[in-house]
T-cell receptor, first 109, second 118 residues
């Protein structure tokens, strides 16, 4: 599976949009971009995934560049409960997910 | 989204005893489940892939005789840590794959089991 690169940490003000970037320049044609988050001492929570089109659900939006080499997860109105480690993972979904270090998002009051 | 449960959520045991952890997919069938562990301040590391009705596939460095995995039904996989030692203390997390195996599948994770071996 392709490797991803994320900033180690980010801050965001409560109520503002949180934009979390991810680089995946070696992504192959059949690989999807998945986003999960892990709140302290809990299992990872699925957020969203996409192949090449932008996706939106009740939790977030996923913007994938046209060349698919990078993506951005957008939390439109961050709350304190969104403080977590966010993982961007590339894969087919059929095999186990490979977790990197992720981005630690701290939402500030 | 789909729900995966784990039991127990927390267990403390004495060195040398065995501990069984259950992972259940509550509202979908999962032919494949995965077991991960996470040490403090580290990311999740895959231990093994569990396929219903067949033997598990273990990652390099994971002892299959120590970490016994059984996936007897489409909604239940169990991980048994045999003869546990303090170095086995960790956060064990399972995930279950929802999907047909064609196209994209989504993996949903359980809440994790915190194992402490004294």
């Amino acid at each position: 599976d392709a490797k991803t690169t994320q900033p180690p940490s980010m801050d965001c003000a409560e109520g503002r949009a949180a934009n979390l970037p991810c680089n995946h320049s070696t992504i192959s044609g059949n690989e999807y971009v998945y986003w999960y988050r892990q709140i302290h001492s809990q299992g990872p929570q699925y957020i969203i995934h996409g192949l090449k089109n932008n996706e939106t659900n009740e939790m977030a939006s996923l913007i994938i560049t046209e060349d698919r080499k990078s993506s951005t997860l957008i939390l439109p109105h961050a709350t304190l409960r969104d403080t977590a480690v966010y993982y961007c993972i590339v894969g087919t979904g059929r095999r186990a997910l490979t977790f990197g270090s992720g981005t630690r998002l701290q939402v500030q009051p | 989204g789909a729900v995966v449960s784990q039991h127990p959520s927390r267990v403390i045991c004495k060195s040398g005893t065995s501990v069984k952890i259950e992972c259940r997919s509550l509202d979908f069938q999962a032919t494949t489940m995965f077991w991960y562990r996470q040490f403090p301040k580290q990311s999740l590391m895959l231990m093994a892939t569990s396929n219903e009705g067949s033997k598990a596939t273990y990652e390099q460095g994971v002892e299959k005789d120590k970490f016994l995995i059984n996936h007897a039904s489409l909604t239940l996989s169990t991980l048994t840590v045999t003869s546990a030692h303090p170095e086995d203390s960790s956060f064990y997390i399972c995930s279950a794959r929802e999907g047909s195996g064609i196209g994209t599948d989504t993996q949903y994770f359980g809440p994790g089991t915190r194992l402490t071996v004294l």
